[in-house]
């Protein structure tokens, strides 16, 4: 445990660069496992892991699920399906500043089926909320669609085990795209 804590704080300083910690999602409808890629977006990974070691997603939320369905994203011409999760917005006000959108144009990743990704409303704007692609969502990537800016989101991992929980998320009860109720975060911790 003491060595987990100095390799983890390693990482966040920068002076370790771990290409794949894992860090392991129990929700209140089951728990997936998502590989982080520090080598190819790691102030983005270094960001996520700071959340994860200060406990903040604990009693968190996945509260936003976005799918085909015709009711869910009826205002977008570009359609994805993601679910979002974050901090307990009761505690969203102790956010970190925001980080330095890592497009997928310089990346090289890219949003596939399962791909973690920062959720933001601008470039630059990405604190602690978090999306998963359920399904391709190329729209994502710099050069996408999906938003005017072109800009694209921060990829930063994908799931490894665990993706059926992940759309059962997604199938959760909502009402549009908020999920009704909320799906809990029990925590996010990191693996050995």
């Known amino acids: 445990m003491i060595l987990r804590s100095i390799a983890l704080s390693l990482l966040l300083l920068g002076t370790v660069a771990a290409a794949e ?41 996945f509260h936003r699920t976005v799918t085909l369905q015709p009711d869910n994203q009826p205002g977008n011409a570009i359609k994805i399906e993601v679910i979002q999760g974050g901090v307990n917005p009761a505690k969203a006000s102790g956010d970190r500043a925001p980080i330095p959108l890592e497009r997928t144009r310089d990346t090289g990743l890219k949003h596939r089926d399962g791909t973690i990704s920062m959720a933001r409303d601008g470039p630059d704007t990405a604190t602690s909320d978090f999306f998963i692609c359920v ?58």
């Open 21 to 61: 910690p894992t860090v392991r999602v129990q929700t209140s409808l089951g728990a997936f496992d998502v590989a982080l890629d520090a080598a190819h977006a790691p102030q983005t990974v270094a960001n996520f892991l700071h959340y994860v070691a200060a406990g903040r997603y604990a009693d968190g939320l």
């Open 135 to 192: 399904g391709d969502q190329p729209e994502l990537d710099f050069g996408g669609r999906r938003n005017a800016d072109g800009q694209g989101f921060a990829a930063f991992g994908r799931v490894i085990r665990g993706l059926d929980i992940v759309c059962r998320i997604q199938r959760a009860p909502a009402d549009g795209q908020k999920l009704t109720p909320p799906v809990r975060i029990d925590s996010i911790s990191l693996l050995p």
